[in-house]
């Protein structure tokens, strides 16, 4: 059974960080994209960042990009989103999302929702002053 489970989320003030948490069971991850995903309220889903476990290459949305770094921890299977510089236009819920087609290289085809099988419940990021 394929889990991911988000942790890290909570309330922060403008220009403060965070650091979310994605922990994955129960699927291998070779070659596989893993992205982060956000919904504010009233809006869709948007992609904001992703990694190619192939090799480790990254790709950001512009509205984060320079502001949220994307990591792996392969041991570990857990993929970390560092938010920096916070503005309340990040509130939202986060998503992290797995499985799907081979994925070599980061692009922003690994932005979007039909490209991932699995999802996790996703945890609260309210930045407000």
């Known amino acids: 059974q394929v889990q991911l489970v988000e942790s890290g989320g909570g309330s922060v003030q403008p220009g403060g960080s965070l650091r979310l948490s994605c922990s994955i069971s129960?699927?291998?991850?070779?070659?596989?994209?893993i992205g982060w995903f956000r919904q504010a309220p009233g809006m869709e889903r948007e992609g904001v960042a992703c990694?190619?476990?192939?090799?480790?290459?990254?790709y950001y949305v512009d509205s984060v990009a320079g502001r949220f770094t994307i990591s792996r921890d392969n041991g570990a299977y857990t993929v970390y989103l560092q938010m920096n510089d916070l503005k309340p236009e990040d509130t939202a819920v986060y998503y992290c999302?797995?499985?799907?087609?081979?994925?070599?290289?980061?692009?922003?085809?690994?932005?979007?929702?039909?490209?991932?099988?699995?999802w996790g419940q996703g945890t609260q990021v309210i930045v407000s002053s």
């Open positions: 999302a797995t499985g799907g087609p081979e994925a070599f290289s980061a692009g922003d085809y690994l932005l979007r929702e039909n490209w991932y099988d699995y």
């Open positions: 129960g699927l291998t991850l070779d070659f596989k994209g």
């Open positions: 990694i190619s476990s192939s090799d480790g290459s990254t």
